[in-house]
């Protein structure tokens, strides 16, 4: 199986700590997305890169907020100083823009963060 | 920035009842995506519509994309335990351009 992997699935950490989450894609995608889910919510948007650079982050993204894709491969998302209302699950989704495309995207099974 | 917005928020229903769901917005979209999410797990991308007016079907459940392509709906006939789940809608203007998701409708489908 060649879909999106995340890791770790479950982090528990205490308020403070810092924590790093890595994604995965699919291999030939170019585009990586990272998004914050809190239960039976819609995912919100953190950030995305196209290939290695990153494109867009959101506003209400805190400056404890960041995220690399050094080689347009693989990325992480680290979290400093982690709060308890940093709890959430940190889903990873993949897609391959092209132009005219539909830029399905192509999501991980997620990572859920709590901080006690 | 679009937005869509999906109707209703919450549905519980009884197994084998019919049921629709909403996405809308008032920006025009080159495709819409919908997703089903199962509890602790990624979306799952069930399908994409591009044309307005589109129609696809998935088994049990059918999408329709709107005419003007701000809009869409989903609607599952004969309901079972197995479709709960938040179902999301997706869209995009195209290309490069990243998507935005739905708020979400949550559903439950009891025995």
């Known amino acids: 199986d060649t879909g999106v992997s995340q890791n770790p699935r479950h982090k528990i950490t205490k308020r403070g700590q810092n924590v790093t989450f890595r994604c995965d894609p699919i291999?030939?995608?170019?585009?990586l997305y990272w998004y914050r889910q809190t239960l039976g919510q819609g995912p919100e948007f953190l950030t995305y890169?196209?290939?290695?650079?990153?494109?867009?982050k959101s506003r209400l993204l805190s400056d404890r907020f960041s995220a690399e894709r050094p080689k347009g491969s693989f990325s992480t998302l680290e979290i400093q100083r982690t709060e308890q209302g940093d709890s959430a699950m940190y889903l990873c989704?993949?897609?391959?823009?092209?132009?005219?495309?539909?830029?399905?995207?192509?999501f991980g099974p997620g990572t859920r963060l709590t901080v006690l | 920035t679009q937005l869509l917005e999906q109707s209703p928020q919450f549905l519980s229903i009884q197994e084998g009842e019919n049921l629709t769901v909403y996405c809308n917005s008032s920006s025009v979209f080159s495709s819409l995506q919908w997703y089903r999410q199962e509890p602790g797990e990624g979306p799952v991308l069930l399908v994409t519509v591009v044309t307005g007016g589109e129609v696809k079907k998935l088994k049990r459940l059918t999408f329709q994309f709107g005419d003007a392509r701000k809009d869409s709906s989903l609607h599952i006939t004969a309901a079972q335990p197995g479709d709960t789940g938040l179902y999301l809608c997706a869209g995009g203007p195209g290309g490069y351009q990243k998507v935005t998701f739905g708020t979400g409708t949550k559903l439950q489908v009891i025995p």
């Open positions: 989704a993949s897609s391959l823009a092209l132009a005219g495309a539909h830029n399905e995207q192509f």
């Open positions: 291999s030939e995608h170019n585009r």
């Open positions: 890169f196209q290939n290695e650079a990153q494109l867009e």
